[in-house]
T-cell receptor, first 117, second 114 residues
Framework: DAGVIQSPRHEVTEMGQEVTLRCKPI?????LFWYRQTMMRGLELLIY????????DSGMPEDRFSAKMPNASFSTLKIQPSEPRDSAVYFC???????????????FGPGTRLTVT | GQQLNQSPQSMFIQEGEDVSMNCTSS?????WLWYKQEPGEGPVLLIA?????ELTSNGRLTAQFGITRKDSFLNISASIPSDVGIYFC??????????????FGKGITLSVRP
């Protein structure tokens, strides 16, 4: 079975540019999560969706960040305009809720390493 | 936010040795998860624990949900070079309710000398 797919794997952009990260969750999973990982702050949850609907976006750092999930097999995380402090690895993860506790068994993609210069 | 404490930051062991690592919190957790992350990859779920006192194995890995519900332990037996990576504990604090955010520890970097 295919795991969570993310693209691109690496992105280098200049400050002020728009960046779009993409994610395809595992088929059949009804929860999708966006995380950011940095050395200083570790893994942080940015936002998560249930059945394509955003449930909790309290981790989104500021208005420059936005996320969408137009259908069950695709999500985007957009940063506009990007800043050097946005440099990090961004992970997408998915899980399903059919069993008690399974919500927490999140399967991560390989991540997108973003560098903003 | 709630902290999960993992220490030390790094561990160095000889191939073939067993290693134990733990994760502690000041709050009660109702679920504990252990993930492993290799360079350039996303975290991979190793073991999930749902009940205080629960002991679960996955090959050479064994994890336990502490009786106090404030800690969890991961043991790796007979380590091999491919055990190298960062081991994270994670869980939702009990007070945050159902389907709440996972809190992650900062991770322990494991090195295995051949």
């Amino acid at each position: 079975d295919a795991g969570v797919i993310q693209s691109p794997r690496h992105e280098v952009t200049e400050m002020g540019q728009e960046v779009t990260l993409r994610c395809k969750p595992i088929s059949g999973h009804d929860y999708l999560f966006w995380y950011r990982q940095t050395m200083m702050r570790g893994l942080e949850l940015l936002i998560y969706f249930n059945n394509n609907v955003p449930i909790d976006d309290s981790g989104m750092p500021e208005d420059r960040f936005s996320a969408k999930m137009p259908n069950a097999s695709f999500s985007t995380l957009k940063i506009q305009p990007s800043e050097p402090r946005d440099s990090a690895v961004y992970f997408c993860a998915s899980s399903f809720s059919r069993q008690r506790g399974a919500f927490y068994e999140q399967y991560f993609g390989p991540g997108t390493r973003l560098t903003v210069t | 936010g709630q902290q999960l404490n993992q220490s030390p930051q790094s561990m160095f062991i000889q191939e073939g040795e067993d290693v134990s690592m733990n994760c502690t919190s000041s709050s009660i957790f109702n679920t504990w998860l252990w993930y492993k992350q290799e360079p350039g990859e996303g975290p991979v779920l190793l073991i999930a624990l749902y009940k205080a006192g629960e002991l679960t194995s996955n090959g050479r890995l064994t994890a336990q949900f502490g009786i106090t519900r404030k800690d969890s332990f991961l043991n790796i037996s007979a380590s091999i070079p491919s055990d190298v990576g960062i081991y994270f504990c994670a869980g939702p604090p009990l007070y945050t309710g159902a389907n709440s955010k996972l809190t992650f520890g900062k991770g322990i970097t494991l090195s295995v000398r051949p």
